[in-house]
């Protein structure tokens, strides 16, 4: 073969292999819906998947399961095969297969269990995406600190704020009986309404800036109890 | 020569009546120690029978001349041949009856959640008496576990059992739901005396040295005269005034050597001066329900707990750790020990019988419903699969996820050895006899 051949061959392989990636990726990309078939049940399982800026990007809906909108993780799309995960809690993974009758099959695998399942795409995707932390106003910046009484002895609570140029982040801690260091996903300020929430251990603070303290309440998922939290001493 | 084997005849006849008469009630006997003659089945063999009931079977059996007695949620009482598994007779109760019969002088003693208490002959199953209790009710509160919306009342879906009666000296006690302990003549059913707490009493009591002890969902553990029903002293668990989850004595005491032991459900096991009830020491579980009546043997307390899932042995006299071994799911069945042995039911559908000194499995059974693992109740490790099975706490959804955990067969049933054959019910339905 001559070298401008051998060339000509190399491009047609790259823009073949362009398109037919093309053409995966639009059959990936979509909103798809379905059922998990587990033991004396079936799930209906939603899933938006896109692209954005040639990263794939998705979230999941399970009704009846408080799953609405939560981002999916680890996605890997290599047709036919097409994985990802919902972390959190629950836990689930995805392993799914494009299959000639253009249906997402595979398994669906939460706590080591697993079932079949089949989507079907349904139309364009409506992939939802998580709140983003906003920043806080500068005097609430550092930390701050207060105690509240549950089950007859008291926990001390420290909330410590710091902006960044996308937005605040916040250590929150509890020490009761033990110490705890509680992973933050969400901080937000709207008006003089500041949120910190922790989702995956189910406590969160709300609170206003009041006479130079912050004064609200904490709540462990369906408990709420008031609380005033005030500047550290540094 | 003739003296020695006298003196042996009649230590054999002792023994032989002590240990039937510890298969006959709640704990196996009056101060409920949770100790059974063995011998003890250490390997799993076989299911010698099943018995098959209409509803589930939280109720504990009994043994009594070869005769297997329990209640079962369908509203019967039953009274099953030892070694065949053959029914001998059934009694309808016009309610659930999760509650473990007594059995003394030819009689069944046993609570409905019709309000009745019940008599019946053990031979025949006819009705001697009834009591009307002022009738019968779960656990309630605002806001219960968490559960939403918090101004509404919920019955606790956890509170399962119905109390257990102990019989001894002409009288049978039993706990209440409308927060009576009731003293009865065991004879006629005549009212001796009752005792008000103020709220649930499905606790059992025990008795020892003319007292009875038993706790009650006001947050107290009482001891009264069992003669004249009078408070001698009270002892104050936790209090959980937000979500009402961390207070109540659902568990029942045992009673040795003067210290009387109680789980709790503000999650201690309490050691309790029987004759003051000063505390002598606690264990704390961080935050998980003692449900589980404590066994008490060769100077050990054996419990084990709800949430944490952990089965423990602690040394009876200081409360220190002996043995300390990571469960897969909850557990609300009380452990029975025989001889080297510790069996206890476990809410996952399984049997567990663990070696009494080191704590070790030594062998499980588990029922087919929970292999089935009907809508993922179960993690493939057989924990339970919270996440998935609890998934809200507004209105009916919690208590349909416990049905759901309680439908795949969980062993509440508190299970009892009688010649090296393990008796226990389960929600599947069934009563099983493995040996």
């Given at each position: 073969m001559t070298r401008p051949a051998a060339l000509?061959?190399?491009?047609?392989?790259?823009?073949?292999?362009?398109?037919?990636?093309?053409?995966?990726?639009?059959?990936?990309?979509?909103?798809?819906?379905?059922?998990?078939?587990?033991?004396?049940?079936?799930?209906?399982?939603?899933?938006?998947?896109?692209?954005?800026?040639?990263?794939?990007?998705g979230s999941i809906i399970i009704p009846g399961f408080g799953v609405k909108g939560m981002p999916l993780t680890d996605i890997t799309v290599q047709p036919p095969d097409v994985n990802f995960a919902v972390k959190g809690s629950l836990g689930i993974q995805l392993k799914l297969r494009l299959d000639a009758n253009n249906k997402l099959a595979g398994n669906f695998d939460q706590a080591g269990n697993r079932a079949p399942t089949t989507l079907r795409k349904?139309?364009?995707?409506?992939?939802?995406?998580?709140?983003?932390?906003?920043?806080?106003?500068?005097?609430?910046?550092?930390?701050?600190?207060?105690?509240?009484?549950?089950?007859?002895?008291?926990?001390?609570?420290?909330?410590?704020?710091?902006?960044?140029?996308?937005?605040?982040?916040?250590?929150?801690?509890?020490?009761?009986?033990?110490?705890?260091?509680?992973?933050?996903?969400l901080v937000t300020q709207e008006g003089d309404l500041v949120t910190v929430d922790s989702h995956e251990t189910g406590f969160s603070f709300e609170g206003r800036l009041r006479n130079g303290k912050l004064t609200g309440a904490i709540r462990q998922l369906a408990t709420e109890t008031p609380l005033v939290l005030e500047r550290a001493k540094s | 020569m003739m003296k020695v084997s006298g003196v042996l005849f009649l230590l054999s006849a002792l023994y032989a009546v002590t240990s039937i008469n510890a298969q006959s009630m709640f704990r196996g006997d009056p101060v409920?120690?949770?100790?059974?003659?063995?011998?003890?089945?250490?390997?799993?063999?076989?299911?010698?029978?099943?018995?098959?009931?209409?509803?589930?079977?939280?109720?504990?059996?009994?043994?009594k001349d070869n005769?297997?007695?329990?209640?079962?949620?369908?509203?019967?009482?039953?009274?099953?041949?030892?070694?065949?598994?053959?029914?001998?007779w059934k009694r309808e109760t016009n309610g659930p009856v999760p509650s473990t019969p007594a059995v003394a002088d030819g009689t069944v003693y046993i609570g409905s959640y019709d309000g009745k208490f019940y008599a019946f002959n053990a031979q025949t199953g006819a009705l001697k008496w009834k009591f009307s209790t002022d009738g019968e009710r779960r656990f309630e509160a605002k806001g219960l576990h968490g559960l939403q919306p918090k101004n509404q009342t919920i019955a606790d879906p956890f509170d399962i059992f119905l109390?257990?009666?102990?019989?001894?000296?002409?009288?049978?006690?039993?706990g209440s739901g409308d927060g009576n302990v009731y003293a009865l003549d065991a004879a006629t059913g005549d009212l001796r005396w009752k005792f008000k707490t103020g709220d649930v009493v499905h606790a059992s009591p025990a008795l020892a040295d003319g007292v009875l002890f038993v706790g009650s969902w006001d947050s107290y553990f009482y001891a009264i005269d069992a003669a004249t029903g009078k408070e001698k002293w009270r002892f104050h668990?936790?209090?959980?005034?937000?979500?009402?989850?961390?207070?109540?004595?659902?568990?029942?005491?045992?009673?040795?050597?003067?210290?009387?032991?109680?789980?709790?459900?503000?999650?201690?096991?309490?050691?309790?001066?029987?004759a003051t009830g000063k505390e002598k020491w606690n264990v704390f579980n961080d935050l998980s329900w003692v449900n589980s009546a404590p066994a008490v043997a060769d100077g050990k307390v054996f419990f084990a707990t709800s949430d944490s899932s952990l089965?423990?042995?602690?040394?009876?006299?200081?409360?220190k750790s002996v043995v300390r071994q990571q469960g897969k799911a909850w557990m609300f069945s009380s452990p029975a020990v025989v001889g080297d042995v510790v069996f206890i039911g476990?809410?996952?559908?399984?049997?567990?019988?663990?070696?009494?000194?080191?704590?070790?499995?030594?062998?499980?059974?588990?029922?087919?419903?929970?292999?089935?693992?009907?809508?993922?109740?179960?993690?493939?490790?057989?924990?339970?699969?919270?996440?998935?099975?609890?998934?809200?706490?507004?209105?009916?959804?919690?208590?349909?996820?416990?049905?759901?955990?309680?439908?795949?067969?969980?062993?509440?049933?508190?299970?009892?050895?009688?010649?090296?054959?393990?008796?226990?019910?389960?929600?599947?339905?069934?009563?099983?006899?493995?040996?």
């Open positions: 000509m061959r190399l491009i047609a392989i790259v823009i073949v292999a362009a398109a037919l990636k093309c053409r995966a990726d639009d059959l990936v990309s979509g909103r798809w819906e379905g059922t998990a078939q587990i033991p004396h049940d079936e799930l209906t399982v939603i899933v938006d998947l896109a692209q954005q800026n040639g990263v794939w990007v349904t139309g364009a995707p409506q992939v939802e995406y998580p709140r983003r932390n906003t920043p806080v106003a500068k005097e609430l910046e550092g930390e701050w600190k207060g105690d509240y009484d549950m089950l007859g002895y008291t926990r001390h609570v420290s909330i410590k704020f710091v902006n960044h140029p996308d937005g605040a982040t916040a250590d929150f801690v509890i020490v009761g009986r033990k110490h705890n260091v509680l992973p933050v996903d | 409920h120690s949770g100790t059974y003659a063995g011998p003890a089945p250490r390997q799993f063999h076989r299911v010698k029978w099943k018995f098959p009931t209409g509803d589930r079977v939280v109720s504990s059996p009994v043994f005769v297997i007695y329990f209640g079962g949620d369908d509203g019967n009482v039953y009274a099953v041949d030892a070694a065949t598994g053959r029914q001998i109390s257990s009666p102990v019989a001894a000296n002409g009288s049978v006690y039993f668990g936790g209090e959980d005034p937000q979500i009402h989850n961390q207070v109540g004595f659902q568990s029942s005491p045992s009673v040795a050597n003067g210290v009387v032991y109680t789980g709790c459900r503000d999650s201690h096991v309490y050691a309790l001066d029987a089965y423990h042995v602690v040394d009876a006299a200081s409360g476990v809410l996952n559908g399984t049997l567990e019988a663990r070696d009494a000194k080191t704590g070790d499995l030594l062998w499980d059974f588990k029922v087919d419903k929970s292999k089935q693992n009907d809508g993922w109740v179960l993690t493939s490790e057989r924990k339970f699969n919270e996440p998935f099975l609890f998934r809200s706490n507004w209105r009916e959804a919690p208590l349909v996820a416990n049905d759901e955990q309680i439908r795949i067969g969980g062993i509440y049933s508190s299970p009892l050895i009688v010649n090296g054959v393990a008796y226990f019910g389960s929600t599947d339905g069934f009563l099983y006899a493995l040996e």
